[in-house]
């Protein structure tokens, strides 16, 4: 014991001999927390700063309520966070919506009958399934006026759809009234969404399938293939007929002016024999023998060009002047 004792009061005296350090200031204290602070203000003030996207629009709220129900695309700054909040949304991006089913059924072949199912005016029941396009054009009353905006637009587009097909009978709507249904529909809905103030803008409202129930679809193939070929027949009818009446037309019209031609041909005709026959006449009246005679020899030069003949004088002679060289035909007294 006698040997460590020294040893500790050795120690103790080397530590005591030690210098402390300095201690540090209440000023220099203040100072760094009041910078820590300080950065911690500026940070949180900074994160008020905010960037809309271009195919983006906001809605900024203080406390809940709205200050800025439209930001456009850019860089804005509003109060931090939880005094300002701001809610961005895609108003440019296209959402889509199934009525009738949903794309996952189409896909794996399942089929949803009682939400397909619709009544025609004619109390039959068919399939259709529709989709529909929709973007939003009003940011605010988008976020606040509905709770569900899709389910809203699949509600307000069903009901139009089941007016629309409660008017008409189920081969208007199989055949030719799918186009003039996809219209109305759009239209309708999109009043009433308006009326709702959904914020909500309808772009395309598809029928992508109207099917009659599986029990009646062949007779429904049946008659809408008669029905087809119905068409297919008067359409053919109807391009013969076109074809035929103005050919017929442009016959007969041809008929009408070559006789109104032909009339006024013979009419011209008959009108100059007869100024020619009146002459005639007042010439012979003047001078019989003269004319009787002029119009023997102009007869004769038309007659006689076109026969053969021979002529034999008082003596019997012939003669053969008249004859042509290469006439092989033969002559034959006329």
Known sequence: M???LPRLDTLRIIR???PSEPAMPADSRWNGRRRFALALALL???SGVYIVLPDQQAVETIFGKVVAPRVLPGLHFALPWPIASVTRIKVRQMQRIVIGGSPA?????????LASQFLTGDQNLIHVRAVVQFSVSSPVDYLYRSQDPAQL??????????????????????TTEKTAIQNETLAAAQRTLDVYGAGIALSTVNLESIAAPAEAAEAFRDVASARADSARIANEAEGYANDLLPKARGQARQLLEEAAAYRETKTNEARGDAARFEQVAAEYARASQVTARRLYLETMEQVLPRIRKLIVDQNGNLDLTIIRKGDSTGLKPQ
Do not use: N
């Open 2 to 4: 006698s040997s460590t």
């Open 16 to 18: 005591k001999s030690e």
């Open 44 to 46: 949180w003030i900074l």
């Open 105 to 113: 059924d189409s896909i794996t072949g399942r089929s949803q009958p």
């Open 153 to 174: 637009v699949g509600a307000a587009v069903e009901a139009e759809i089941t007016r629309r097909m409660a008017h008409r009978p189920v081969d208007a709507i199989l």
